[in-house]
């Protein structure tokens, strides 16, 4: 078995005032993380995030 793809889906409980910047970070924070940067190159990675509003 060989791993050619990786799709991630974040699940966010945040505040509304919160959203803005989780997207920011969402767009940037593969290159700070260990695992990605292993793989990039040989595996494509995708992200997307699904957001509920805090309780």
């Known amino acids: ?20 910047a989780a997207q920011r970070v969402l767009e940037f924070h593969a290159d700070f993380c260990p695992v990605a940067r292993t793989l990039r190159g040989s ?5 997307s995030v699904e957001m509920e509003d805090e309780k």
């Open 1 to 20: 078995m060989v791993v050619k793809r990786i799709h991630v889906t974040y699940h966010l409980k945040l505040a509304p005032d919160q959203r803005e």
């Open 43 to 47: 595996v494509e990675i995708t992200t």
